[in-house]
């Protein structure tokens, strides 16, 4: 299969189109929307779960594999949602949840009522001398990952939520039960898997302090990792050529993903590995706020391509998604330059060598929630912090200003269709606010030409079109340059330059970079020809030769 052809298209089900009037999408909602999705040129349609739990995470706390919560549907609406899917070219991607389940889950019930066989599908010891945990591992929403077992001196290991109970990967029925997981779904008609924290589920043979940090380090891209994705090839998707996976795999090193995804490990197709992202952080901590650092990006994102490319991995590109601030509020311009820098941004990462991954409202340019009174967010992630911020003694001006740009609540706000009052997603009240400025940002305006769903519609069916975008190789142009991005493609002898310039002044492109028989493919800006030379403020054109 041509991975550097198929678009997927994240929904975020919660949020995207709600039918009957509760507040909450769900897969009507859907199937409502298929057309649009469509119209837009995607292939997989990736939901983030829709499964049975009780939604402490939003449905990454999964309490039944196999059904559908009620909120979301019934397992009719979801068949019907993959027939009409399929009518239209188009296929499901489910997000499995394999590293955690909900302490709802049977299996967890089980184990705590003392069933021998169950206790060994978690991770359970005994606690430190004094009361303590374990060991000292953090939990990735705050406090420590060990929940105390009432009335024992044992503790669960959750590295997330207290709700989320980390799965014995070590234990071969559990190994077993994922591989049957994932077959049930593919004998639905599901042919693709989002693999929730993938690179965590080896743990390490002793649990120990950590010194130096907060755990992660013994548990991320773990000794049996390999081993595990390979099992899990091997026992289910692996077999049928026609379904795509992605691992999610935050911090993974590079050498640990080239080997995820080179096809000769039969692991997965691809993964979203996160690096390019965390050039905003300054020295790692998300919730501190700082411009991004252009070099930084850069450099990351050309590093990995060049990698990838010469170890035969293979990655999906993406910008965003249900955890991550909106691009054009973090790194573009949410006000004067929203529709420039959005068509920008997609443009620098839809030339690039992988698979494009787009996010609900991307494709409008949809700007961060910024709530500013904690009463209008929802995040598990986002009410923790808060409260440790408070508790640090943070003025209230200090915390929204963070949440406001960095929540994962950001990008959950409603789908903005149209623009009435709930932006056409629901009757009723929705679970989370719908952002005021659904009034001018929404999809009604997608006839116009120059609109910035015109323009994903366009690179995308450049990418179909053209070999050199699915299948050339990338070569950095101008690396050091401060304003502007820009990379060749090359395919035999065609190249593709993609120039982009980053900021919100005018900033010219050097001499020699083209060459003389330079033909324009796309332009961010209507209207008059680009020169060759100047670009003006968040400029971006694809130029054959
Ligand atoms: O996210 C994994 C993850 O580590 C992050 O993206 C995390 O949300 C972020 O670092 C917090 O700052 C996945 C899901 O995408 C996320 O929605 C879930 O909450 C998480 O796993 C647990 O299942
Ligand atoms: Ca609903």
């Known amino acids: 299969m041509n991975l550097g052809n198929k678009i997927i298209y994240q929904i975020y089900p919660k949020s995207f189109q709600d039918t009957n009037g509760d507040g909450i999408g769900d897969l009507q909602g859907v199937i409502r929307r298929l057309d649009y999705i469509k119209e837009l040129g995607a292939d997989y349609l990736w939901l983030t779960p829709f499964l049975r739990s009780p939604q402490y995470d939003n449905g990454y706390d999964v309490a039944d594999y196999r059904s559908i919560d009620p909120r979301y549907g019934t397992m009719e609406d979801f068949e019907e949602l ?24 049977e299996w967890f ?26 060991t000292n591992w953090v939990s990735k929403f705050g406090g420590s990952a060990w929940g105390y077992l009432p009335g024992t001196d044992e503790y669960y290991l959750h590295l997330f939520h207290v709700s989320q109970a980390d799965l014995n990967w070590e234990n071969p029925h559990v190994r077993r039960a994922c591989c049957d997981i994932v077959n049930f779904w593919m004998e639905k008609g599901v042919r693709g898997f989002r693999f929730d924290v993938i690179n965590l589920i080896s743990k390490p043979d002793v649990y120990e302090d950590d010194l130096a940090g907060d755990g992660h380090r013994f548990y991320t891209d773990g000794p049996r990792i390999h081993q595990f994705l390979h099992e899990l090839n ?19 090193n590079l050498e640990n993903s080239i080997r995820y995804t080179n096809p000769q490990s039969e692991e997965l197709s691809m993964i979203f590995d996160f690096h390019h992202l965390k050039v905003d952080y300054p020295s790692g901590n998300k919730w501190e706020v700082q411009p991004f650092r252009f070099r930084d990006l850069k450099h990351n994102l050309f590093e990995w391509q060049q990698e990838m490319e010469k170890g035969g991995g293979w990655q999906s590109l993406f910008w965003y998604n249900h955890d991550q601030p909106r691009i054009v509020s973090r790194i573009g311009d949410d006000g004067k330059y929203r529709v420039e820098s959005a068509k920008m941004l997609a443009t620098a990462l839809h030339g690039l060598r992988g698979t494009p991954c787009i996010y609900q409202g991307e494709e409008i340019g949809m700007t961060n929630a910024g709530f500013r009174d904690i009463s209008q967010y929802r995040d598990i992630e986002t009410l923790n912090v808060y409260n440790e911020m408070k508790l640090k003694g943070k003025t209230d001006g200090e915390i929204y200003r963070s949440l406001g740009c960095k929540s994962r609540d950001n990008s959950r706000t409603p789908m903005q269709w149209d623009g009435t009052e709930n932006a056409g997603f629901t009757d009723g009240t929705p ?18 030409p120059d609109s910035i769903f015109q323009h994903y519609k366009k690179l995308i069916a450049l990418r179909k079109e053209l070999p050199v975008i699915s299948q050339g190789d990338v070569t950095p142009l101008l690396e050091d340059d401060e304003k502007i991005l820009a990379y060749r493609r090359s395919l035999n002898g065609e190249e593709l330059y993609v120039i982009c310039n ?13 060459p003389d028989s330079w033909k324009l493919l796309l332009d961010n800006y209507p209207g008059e020809a680009w020169d060759g030379r100047s670009l003006r403020p968040y400029e971006a054109v694809m130029v054959i030769s």
């Open 431 to 448: 679970w989370i606010e719908v952002n005021p400025n659904c009034a001018f940002i929404n999809t009604l305006d997608r006839e116009d």
């Open 82 to 105: 993959v027939e009409e899917a399929g009518k239209r070219g188009m296929y499901l991607m489910m997000d499995m949840v394999f590293n955690h389940c909900s302490t709802g889950h």
């Open 109 to 134: 019930q089980k184990a705590l009522a003392g069933d021998p066989y169950y206790r060994d599908f978690f991770i359970i010891r005994k606690g430190k001398d004094g009361g303590l945990p374990p």
């Open 234 to 252: 091997r026992g289910s998707f692996g077999r049928d050529d026609e379904v795509i996976t992605v691992g999610e795999m935050a911090s993974s």
């Open 502 to 514: 980053f900021f919100g002044g005018e900033t010219v492109l050097p001499d020699g970079i083209l």
